[in-house]
Every structure is written in C-alpha cells, then in structure tokens.
C-alpha cells in the first residue's frame, strides 16, 4: 500500500484567492445541480418587475418627469441583486445545520475569503435575476443599451458584495435557515422601498429618510442611475449624490458590514 | 521525543451551563504518538476534541499544537491537524470527489479546476489511491446524500487524509463501518503513521481499537481519571485484597476501572 504526499502550496496569497474560487464554485456548481434555484431566480423579476413595477408603471406615474420605465428597470436590477445575494447567502447557515461549516470552518484559511466566496457565489444566481429583470422589462417595452448595459454589469460585483456584506450580519447570528429566510426578506424588502429601487425617495424626509442612508442599497441604487443617466437632462431629478459620495458610503458600509458579519458567523460557531 | 500535543489545566464551561464540561484537565502526546481518549458518553471527549481542533473556544487553561497556541496561533494549528468530525460534516448534494476537492483546495493542496479531470496528475493520483484503500472508487462520481452512511463515513477518511496532516484528530472514526472497511482502514492509518511520523488523537467506544495505541487517557465527568498505555492499564488492575491480576483486554480494564467500586488501581 502506497502513501503519497502531495505538496502544499505555500503562497498565502495563491491560498486565499483558490479558497475564494474554491468556494465560489461550489455554491455554482450547486446552483446548476438545483433547477428549481435556477427557475426561482428567473421568476423572482416576473413578480417584482412584472406584477409591482408594471402596475405602478400604469397607473401612478403621470406627473413624473423622467423615464420611469428605464428608471425601474435600472432600480430593479440592482435590487434584484442585492435581494437574491442576500437570500443566497442564507446556505451558510444551511451550511450550519448540516455540519459543513466545520469543514470550512477548521481548514487553515481566511475566514474573510470563506465569507467574499460564498458572497460571490450567491452572486451567480443573483446575475440569473439579473437577466431575469431584462427578459422582462423586454416584454414590458422597457430598454436599456448595451453600453449602459455593460456599465451596470461592471458594478455588479460592487452591488453584491455589498448585499452578500450587508446579509452577513444577519446571518452571522442566526441559526435556523428558516428564521434567516425570514430575517433576511424581512430586511430586504423594506429596502427595496425604502432606498427607492421602484419609487423615487428625493423627497422622503424624517424616518423614511434616515433609514434610507443606512441602507447600503440606497447609494448603490443611486451610483447605477448616476452612471446610466450622465449627461442626460433629468440627471438632477434621478440622481440624488455625487457618485464619489456613492462610492465612499458603499465601500464604508460594505467593509464595516463585512467585518462585523465575518466576526458574529466565526464567533457563534466557536463561541458557545 | 517532543510534545506534539500540550493541554495544561483546561476548563469548558458552555454558555448557561452550570458546571464545566471539562474540568481543568492536563495531559500530552508525543510527535509520533498513537494516542486513544477514551470516555463514556459525554465524558468530555468531543469538548476536548473540539478546542484541540480550535473549532471551540477554551475558558480557561493552555493547549498548544505542534508547539502553536490554539487559540492566538490558530491558523497554524490548522496547517498542521486533519480531523474527522464525530458528525458527518459533508456537503450532501456535491459528489463524493467533489467534496475531497474541496477540502484539497482549501488545504492548498493544489489550485481548484471545475472538473476532476482537469485537477492535476498528483491530486487525482491521490484521490484513487484512497479510494481504493476504503473502497469507494465506484462512487466518486455519485452525490454524497446517495451514499449510505458507511460510505460517507469512509469518504470522510479519505478527505481527513488527503493533506497529510502531522496530527489526525479522530472523533469515533469508525462509527457505522463494517469489519471490513474498519480493517483496511487502520491498515492504512497505521501505515501513514510509520511512512509519516503522524500522530493519532483518537476516541472510539470501539475499545478494541485502542488496544494497540501507546497510551490511553480515560475522562469521565470532565477529569482525568488515568493516563497510561495499554499494558499498564491492563496490569494495574487487581482486586483488593487479591494480588494484581492482568485483565485480557483494554475493554474489561476499562469497563472494571469505569464500574470503579470492585475494582483498585495501583498507578
């Protein structure tokens, strides 16, 4: 009987990246084994475009005076990010119940690079949502050009990453996947409407406002009409910051997020 | 020979509990060393287990790992262990070998590719030599949650191995495997500890799988009630006011010294 030894690769940097990809590609891997995700992630855009966005679309934007077509279509694109990262990271905990955390948990690794991984691979179906939303503001007649196509798509890895952070501190203390599917619709419908993927927030005021600039989603959301409505008239009416005060608060809340999610997810597996 | 592993005065009290799981105990393993922690149910085993492992966090007390603290050194402590969980900690919907993967990449064993035959000569080398030895070659391709439970048992060998560790923690290893597979596995487990110098934490019910180990730790109620090899435990044992006696196997001294009231130990 043979023993053999593989060498290991000593290059920390070589060991977090593969274990970012490592675990990206295992929540792939398990999206394309599920089709049942697959089709969620399609549907999900039919109700949320299609249903709300639609009838709002119809009967209550006649005074507007900016496209609210394409600027619902930019807004749901973004929530339908944020939203299905954030329900797809909700398989740590899963991860949790099954014991495959401890797996994760115990190898010599960043627990930062398990959490970007699993954040990046919830982002693969949350890109599934994405063309979801664009199969159906299609059939609704509503647009968007390849280019301001493509400008979303490069912030996309920005938006999930700050939705997937965002979700971790929920996830970081809940251990029942059914209480963290409900924690985390429950946290991430409100911001749908509160940081204005559907209906324009300029004018909220008192409460509504203040909640709105604590939501990560609100200057992401913001930061996407910036760059698809440059140089466009009603840039001042939809736009609400400076894209440099977008980035700022999304790189401040996302890296803040991140670190207290990644400590309460390690701590309550160690802590008991 | 050198400390591999070093515990001094641990205690575990768990949040809300009302008294220490594991109660201040202090014991070591040398490089090399086969070592069983034996207890009954809920003794202290997988609590112990768990802090050596860092998956838990210690109240108070020392341990230290191939010389590194397990709580301040963590990461190197992991570099250096392999475990087999006392749970199946398997990703029920990937593939067998795709869990083994896994585990590889996380390990650094080498780069992750999205199928088995793109992984490199060396890792699927390796995978088949194992396999083969816990006789799972026929299922690396099937789903984990379609593997019986002895199955899963012997996959998880296979992944606890795949690196090479300096310390194999195994919690109750064998639990579900047949005759069989149990042999061909301490074969194994035996054969990488004299190539490799690995040392081997192990806590079984299976008694008889400590019967060949260096030394034996006994825990029960948190303490530690003996430390000893197998020879003097059995030994040790008589019955007051009978000379000493040397019981047939680890099993009956350690049920007789358990039973405890019949039984006086001469350590």
């Given at each position: 009987m043979g023993v053999l030894i593989m060498e290991r690769k000593n290059s920390r940097v070589f060991r977090e990246l593969n274990t970012i990809l490592t675990v990206t590609a295992r929540d792939v891997t398990l999206l394309f084994k599920s089709p049942g995700s697959l089709i969620t992630s399609l549907a999900m855009p039919l109700m949320m475009m299609g249903m709300i966005g639609g009838n709002l679309m119809q009967n209550m934007t006649g005074g507007l005076n900016f496209d609210f077509g394409s600027f619902m279509l930019v807004g749901m694109l973004v929530a339908m990010l944020f939203m299905t990262v954030s329900m797809n990271m909700t398989s740590l905990v899963e991860d949790r119940e099954t014991d495959f955390n401890q797996e994760m948990l115990v190898s010599p690794v960043s627990r930062y690079s398990i959490v970007v991984g699993k954040i990046l691979g919830a982002s693969f179906g949350a890109l599934v949502g994405m063309v979801g939303t664009l199969i159906v503001g299609l059939m609704m007649g509503i647009t968007l050009s390849a280019g301001k196509l493509l400008l979303i798509l490069a912030l996309s890895p920005l938006f999930c990453l700050s939705g997937g952070a965002m979700a971790m501190i929920i996830i970081g203390v809940i251990k029942s996947r059914r209480t963290a599917n409900m924690a985390v619709m429950l946290f991430a419908m409100p911001q749908m409407f509160l940081s204005g993927a559907i209906i324009p927030i300029n004018h909220s005021d008192g409460v509504l406002m203040v909640l709105s600039r604590f939501m990560p989603m609100t200057y992401c959301l913001d930061l996407a009409r910036a760059v698809v409505n440059?140089?466009?008239?009603?840039y001042d009416s939809i736009v609400m910051f400076n894209p440099m005060i977008n980035l700022a608060a999304i790189a401040i809340l996302t890296i803040v997020c991140l670190i207290a999610g990644t400590y309460f997810f390690a701590r309550s597996e160690k802590n008991r | 020979m050198s400390k591999v592993i070093e515990v001094n005065n641990l205690v575990k009290q768990y949040k809300g509990a009302k008294e220490p799981s594991v109660k201040g105990i202090s014991f070591s393993v040398n490089s090399g060393e086969f070592f069983a922690f034996l207890g009954p149910n809920g003794a202290g085993k997988t609590t112990t287990i768990s802090i050596l492992t860092t998956m838990l966090s210690k109240t108070s007390g020392e341990v230290r790992i191939a010389g590194f603290d397990v709580e301040k050194d963590a990461r190197q402590v992991r570099e250096k262990i392999g475990i087999i969980f006392q749970q199946p900690s398997l990703d029920p919907n990937l593939s067998a070998e795709e869990n083994i993967r896994f585990h590889a990449c996380l390990y650094g064993m080498c780069a992750y590719y999205p199928t088995f035959r793109l992984m490199p000569a060396a890792y699927r080398k390796k995978v088949a030599e194992l396999a083969e030895i816990v006789g799972l070659q026929d299922v690396l391709s099937k789903p984990v949650k379609k593997l019986s439970g002895g199955m899963q048992r012997k996959l998880e060998i296979i992944r606890s191995l795949i690196h090479t560790p300096d310390v194999l923690f195994l919690d109750e290893p064998t639990q579900g495997l047949d005759a069989v597979s149990r042999r061909s596995l301490w074969e194994y487990i035996d054969e990488t500890r004299k190539h490799y110098g690995t040392t081997i934490f192990l806590t079984t019910h299976y008694i008889d799988e400590a019967e060949h180990v260096d030394n034996v730790c006994i825990i029960n109620n948190g303490e530690i009630a003996v430390c000893a090899p197998p020879e003097e435990m059995k030994r040790a044992v008589s019955f007051d006011p009978a000379p000493k006696i040397c019981l047939p196997s680890l099993e009956d001294a350690y049920v007789e010294f358990l039973n405890g009231d019949t039984v006086a130990w001469g350590f």
């Open positions: 440059t140089g466009s008239p009603e | -």
